[in-house]
């Protein structure tokens, strides 16, 4: 008798852990439609380890230009990986964070994926609009801008783990001794700034690699524990 009475007149039956109002015969079909969507969020791919490697790879190769590795007339190497790479494809992460209700990294990558874009447009398009005597200037408050941003996301990291925040502290250094550099004028604050961002990648790279290998095997395979334990 208890097992007819958990059924809906009406409709399907209610989805596992759901108790439809037997008075509304659509309660049945509502419950069941709002697991279902619910199932298909949580079938969705996590998207950080697409943000981090595009996050990584294009970190690596700007850093190379500004820690000295590679000459500096190298540097439009960078703007194909910062458009389709670093820009696009963390873009998307972003928006399929958000699909997921992942409101950090939704915020994050798609910030971030827009950085890599402007500064793609910027040295394409309109860098050369900018009178040369203010061309570090201008950049430098770009990338100072950028570091005021990535010190918010280091506020709300400290939730996450301790690889992830420590990612964002480094990225806030790096912006700010990159804008300093170019303000200044300083191949000193620049080459600091670069050797730093190979290390920002090489963390971006580390939990890229621990969010797919955690998925390829079943399970965690490289320590990331939580920076404060709850």
């Known amino acids: 008798m208890t097992a007819v009475l958990d059924r809906p ?20 079909a509502v419950a069941v439609s709002r697991e279902l969507a619910s199932e298909q969020v949580r079938l969705i791919a996590d998207p950080a380890p697409l943000g981090l490697g595009a996050f990584a790879l294009t970190t690596f190769l700007l850093s190379l230009v500004n820690a000295g590795v590679l000459p500096k007339d190298t540097e439009p190497v960078v703007l194909g990986v910062a458009l389709a790479y670093g820009g696009i494809a963390q873009l998307l992460a972003g928006m399929w964070e958000f699909r997921k209700g992942n409101v950090f990294g939704a915020t994050a990558f798609t910030s971030f994926g827009a950085f890599w874009l402007s500064f793609w447009a910027y040295l394409t398009f309109f860098a050369a609009g900018i ?10 408050w770009y990338l100072l801008a950028w570091a005021i941003f990535t010190s918010l996301m280091v506020i709300a990291a400290l939730r996450t783990t301790a690889v992830l925040a420590g990612l964002f502290a480094v990225v806030v250094v790096v912006f700010v001794l990159l804008g300093l550099g170019a303000m200044t004028a300083s191949a000193g604050l620049t080459t600091a700034g670069g050797v730093l961002g190979i290390v920002a990648a090489a963390l971006a790279w580390y939990l ?14 490289l320590p990331n524990p939580p920076l404060f334990r709850r």
């Open 208 to 221: 890229c690699l621990a969010g797919v290998a955690a998925s390829t095997f079943g399970r965690p395979i």
């Open 9 to 28: 007149a009406h409709g399907p039956l209610p989805a596992e852990g759901v108790v439809p109002d037997l008075n509304d015969p659509t309660a049945g």
């Open 131 to 140: 009178p040369a005597a203010h061309h570090g200037i201008a950049a430098g």
